[in-house]
């Protein structure tokens, strides 16, 4: 469907010989199945492993972002995508549309649960608190935005930032409640 449509298609894998083969073929056989099943040839595709160091630069550069790799793996794919996605958001600052194309009516909760558990950096010098005067003396967990105007005069923030950041903290709560049974809760 994307090729078709003329749409640079790459293939992220993570078996060498999956990779190769599309590499060396130059696209994939897509088995349609049910009523009316065929199989279609597919060119145009190229294939990159998800650790390849020139990813990063491959999602900024994107228009979407697709998975096809069924509902098991979504939270794995969820869990190294978030971290090419932020990549390209603090990159551009332009959000990227992240399909799921799968045959589970919870697949886009699937993969977000994953994008909310990779892993965040460790650091304290985002400018969400005073942080980093504290650090050396004892724990800190600091969350929040960051941005180049915190503290100025004309501060401001992307938009996309503050929804982003209202939909991890309404996840938060909402795994809080889940976790320990209600507002009540104590």
Known sequence: ?????????????????VISAVQDSGGVTVCVVGPGSRRRWVGGVRAVDRFDPGLPALVARADLVATSVGPGALGEVGGWLGPLLRGRLDARREPLNVLTFENHRRAPELLAEGLLTSTPSLATDGGTSDARFIKE???VVEFGLSNATIHKVDENVPVADLEQLTAVYRRFIELYFTTFGGADAG
């Open 1 to 17: 469907m994307l090729a078709d449509a003329c749409w640079q298609v790459v293939l992220v894998g993570r078996s060498p010989e």
């Open 137 to 139: 003396y004892c724990p």
